[in-house]
């Protein structure tokens, strides 16, 4: 059905005004435990040392680029493949799935190979992680079904509570309450033990072949509800704020990818997107001065993933979809308004049942004709193949427009080559092996 067109007020200056309205955020650099269910939304360890530093507030970017006569040949590459990849592969590296067990039966192998599907969410609930070494016996499997574009291998490693890479001798980072926390006493001291420990998390999880991290959380938890426990920096946006930028600092250069999570903001809901669609009547105006901010910076500081929650903002969208099969809130307002190029990541489109009353395939459908660029399908290989050939009908019979697709996959494809994914690289642009690589 049609979705309601909102006004579109223009974001550029709204999204300098938080990001001045915060600072710049200083960086010097370098346990409570839990399971949940196998989605997104729920949920090493060498030193390293930083040399003290500011992170110096940057500018939106221009809203035109100069006229250049170089030739990139990493997007030169990127569009050779939109251009010849047949549809199946291309609609294949829009979905991430899961493997239900610690090593890859035929039937997985398979289905990753002959949908050409794009990534696999990696965790313990789904008795993935064993060991260290055990772990990189399976990332390596995983990728050697993956041929020419390697696979995004992805993970919630958020802090003590949702870390789902956990074997035994690996650490995991503390919850993000514990930080805000740290961050009231000393702002400047929290930030770097933040970013030296979100680096040491980056480093083990590289050395098991995870390039995604699904954190950090920068929901404003303003519901007080208890809903999303320890994995929040608080009800503060100014604080969120310095540690989304944080976040991206900390990852820069390690080959592993942070996310931001989970837009359009989690905190302002008593109820859990695991069993119900929240349903959110907040003023547009307060969700602007509240629960923007972080992704506003997230944006501006060029987070490469942002991921979208599938909770229903009556002002934001009045059709009450959820914002992971909005148009309105993915495309309009994420993209047009906020400016966001970057990835766009569903929460778990598979077993959430905030998202149960629509068909299964109807949901990766609705979210990619969203503007969504990968489906998360954490319930299994088949139903991520199920989804694949929907794709593919829906395309072949011109539901979905190939443009879109192409759209979806160039920004895919950009995050993969930055990851040394794209044809075997195996390799940074630097020269650093691939996470998971050995030198």
């Not at 000393?186 to 699904?214: H, K, M, S, W």
Request: net charge negative; hydrophobic share 45%; charged share 20%.
């Amino acid at each position: 059905m049609d979705t309601p067109a909102l006004p579109r007020p223009r974001f550029g200056a709204l999204v300098l005004l938080f990001v001045l309205a915060v600072g710049a955020v200083p960086a010097c650099g370098s346990s409570e435990s839990g399971t949940a269910p196998t989605t997104s939304l729920e949920p090493t360890t060498a030193p390293a040392t930083l040399a003290p530093s500011t992170l110096a507030p940057t500018t939106l970017p221009p809203t035109s680029l100069p006229p250049t006569t170089t030739i990139d040949p990493a997007n030169a590459r990127i569009d050779e493949l939109i251009a010849t990849l047949p549809l199946d592969e291309k609609v294949g590296q829009l979905i991430m799935t899961v493997v239900l067990e610690g090593s890859l039966s035929d039937a997985d192998r398979l289905a990753l190979s002959e949908a050409h599907l794009g990534g696999v969410f990696f965790t313990s609930t789904n008795r993935n992680v064993v060991s260290v070494e055990q772990s990189q016996a399976f990332i390596a499997d995983l990728q050697s079904t993956a041929g020419r574009i390697g696979h995004l291998i992805a993970t919630d490693q958020e802090g003590r509570l949702v870390g789902r890479y956990d074997p035994p001798s690996v650490e995991l980072p503390q919850n993000a309450s514990a930080w805000a926390a740290a961050y009231a006493d000393d702002p400047e001291a929290a930030l770097a033990g933040y970013i030296a420990e979100q680096q040491r998390a980056a480093a083990d999880l590289c050395t098991a072949g995870i390039n995604v991290n699904f954190a950090p959380d920068v929901d404003v938890d303003t519901s007080g509800s208890g809903v999303l426990r320890n994995r929040t920096f608080g009800a503060d946006p100014s604080t969120t704020t310095a540690f989304a930028r944080a976040a991206v600092e900390a990852y820069r250069d390690t080959g592993v990818a942070p996310t931001a999570k989970h837009f359009p903001g989690h905190g302002a809901t008593a109820a859990d997107s695991h069993q119900t669609l929240p349903v959110i009547e907040l003023p547009r105006a307060e969700w602007e001065a509240t629960h923007l901010p972080p992704f506003a910076a997230a944006i501006e500081a060029d987070m490469p993933i942002i991921m979208v929650g599938h909770l229903a903002y009556l002002d934001l969208d009045p059709s009450g979809r959820p914002a992971s099969l909005s148009p309105v809130i993915i495309t309009e307002l994420l993209r047009d308004e906020l400016g966001y190029d970057g990835v766009v990541v569903t929460d778990d489109l598979g077993t959430m049942r905030a998202v149960r009353d629509v068909p299964a395939d109807e949901r990766v459908m609705q979210t990619i004709e969203a503007g969504a660029d990968i489906a998360l399908v954490a319930s299994g290989t088949d139903d991520a193949v199920s989804a694949a050939n929907a794709l593919v009908a829906a395309a072949s019979d011109g539901r979905l427009s190939e443009q879109d697709i192409d759209n979806a996959l160039r920004r895919v494809l950009h995050l993969k080559t930055t990851l040394g994914l794209v044809d075997g690289a195996l390799e940074l642009a630097d020269g650093t092996p691939t996470c998971g690589v050995a030198e």
